[in-house]
């Protein structure tokens, strides 16, 4: 099992280009998150998807967008990058069951760090 | 106002001696706390889960506590090792089935 992938790895963008990120896990796992990390602020929620065709913003939704393809993939998009979106995203999954007894428990991908200038 | 603060941004302790690092917070009343690890350029890593019924939880070198009284969580490392060096991050339940995480503590474990 791959676990929760990102892609891409790196990015550079100037003020006001778009990019979507991709995220994907293979764990079948019904949640999955979008968060951004800042130095000194820790993780923060951008949005996330309880299951499959439903999508909820977090703490810190504004300039961005997600879509929850299928059980498997949520992408985010950034439709006009801004430096103020500099930061490392990471994309978790989760499940929702009682076996084993970790509910809640996240699983987060290697992160995209992304640069707009 | 909602807020979770972790003891310091930065922990210096001598190898074999036990780490406890600090998590505290105000406004929340989460039925769950966990802990993770992020080492630079990963993602973070689960520890720990401990709920609100559960005063002390264990695993292997690892000790957490929660005090709902306090609104504070201790994470107890023993033994500790450089390999032990990195960040901690602790998360609470927030709303929904989300979680809100500390800005963490950068644990370095010297030898």
């Known amino acids: 099992n791959a676990g929760v992938t990102q892609t891409p790895k790196f990015q550079v963008l100037k003020t006001g280009q778009s990019m979507t990120l991709q995220c994907a896990q293979d764990m079948n796992h019904n949640s999955m998150y979008w968060y951004r990390q800042d130095p000194g602020m820790g993780l923060r929620l951008i949005y996330y998807?309880?299951?499959?065709?439903?999508?909820d913003k977090g703490e810190v939704p504004n300039g961005y967008n997600v879509s929850r393809l299928n059980k498997r993939e949520f992408s985010l998009r950034l439709e006009s990058a801004a430096p103020s979106q500099t930061s490392v995203y990471f994309c978790?999954?989760?499940?929702?069951?009682?076996?084993?007894?970790?509910?809640?428990?996240?699983?987060f991908g290697p992160g995209t760090r992304l640069t707009v200038t | 106002s909602q807020k979770i603060e972790q003891n310091s941004e930065a922990l210096n302790i001598q190898e074999g001696k036990t780490a406890t690092l600090t998590c505290n917070y105000t406004n929340y009343s989460p039925a769950y706390l966990q802990w993770y690890r992020q080492d630079p350029g990963r993602g973070p890593v689960f520890l720990l889960l401990i709920r609100e019924n559960e005063k002390e939880k264990r695993k292997e070198r690892l000790k957490v506590t929660f005090d709902t009284t306090l609104k504070q969580s201790l994470f107890h490392i023993t033994a500790s090792q450089p390999a032990d060096s990195a960040t901690y991050l602790c998360a609470l339940e927030g709303y929904g089935q989300n979680f809100v995480f500390g800005p963490g503590t950068r644990l370095s474990v010297l030898p």
């Open positions: 998807s309880a299951s499959e065709g439903t999508t």
């Open positions: 978790a999954s989760s499940v929702m069951g009682s076996s084993p007894p970790t509910p809640y428990e996240q699983y």
